[in-house]
């Protein structure tokens, strides 16, 4: 599988994006998706993840403003940002992982093998 994000810009303070991450290749419907962020001088971050099906999840400081989904017929995934926050600015990262992952390893980038070239989302105040 070969990941794509897409999506990024800049965006004030209270406005929304959608990422979009396109797979190709092996089918990615038998893979866990994530998004990852990273944010200059910071590492890392898990963002949301979503499995087969509709199980998600979420790093809380997201919740109630991220929705993560995928299209298994587009081999898409997607990661709907509202509300967005000068603090989300970051370059964001598309993920996959083999599915059975629990939820704390859902949340962990270590387990998630293959990767994505990132899209810088940029908030401002």
């Known amino acids: 599988v070969q990941l794509q994000a897409s999506g990024g810009g800049l965006v004030q303070a209270g406005g929304s994006l959608r990422l979009s991450c396109a797979a190709s290749?092996?089918?990615?419907?038998?893979?866990?998706m994530g998004w990852f962020r990273q944010a200059p001088g910071k590492e890392r971050e898990f963002v949301a993840a979503?499995?087969?099906?509709?199980?998600?999840y979420y790093t809380n400081s997201v919740k109630g403003r991220f929705t993560i989904s995928r299209d298994g017929a587009r081999n898409m995934v997607y990661l709907q940002m509202n509300t967005l926050k000068p603090e989300d600015t970051a370059v964001y990262y598309c993920?996959?992982?083999?599915?059975?992952?629990?939820?704390?390893?859902?949340?962990?980038?270590?387990?998630?093998?293959?990767w994505g070239r990132g899209t810088l989302v940029t908030v401002s105040s």
């Open positions: 979503i499995g087969w099906s509709t199980i998600t």
């Open positions: 290749g092996r089918t990615y419907s038998q893979y866990h």
């Open positions: 993920a996959a992982a083999p599915l059975g992952l629990t939820p704390a390893h859902a949340m962990e980038a270590p387990m998630y093998g293959l």
